[in-house]
């Protein structure tokens, strides 16, 4: 899931924030190596190096 906020400025629309909602399974992992990975992934995201200036924001849920 993925929730962005656009704002309208004197130059037009304008993504201001992108919240990724993630939720997975994964066999043999902890709760505390599946953030690091989900943190990892965000940082060099080539989504987020795009969106640089952007507040991004991910919630990682371990589903057990």
Not at 15 to 38: C, M, Y
Not at 43 to 64: F, H, M, N, R, Y
Request: glycine share 8%; with cysteine; net charge negative.
């Amino acid at each position: 899931e993925s929730q962005v906020t656009m704002d309208r400025g004197e130059a037009g629309l304008k993504i201001s924030t992108s919240h990724l909602v993630v939720r997975a399974k994964v066999p043999g992992i902890d709760e505390a190596t599946f953030q690091e990975h989900a943190k990892a992934a965000k940082d060099g995201c080539p989504v987020s190096q795009a969106l640089a200036g952007v507040a991004l924001s991910v919630e990682a849920t371990l589903v057990s």
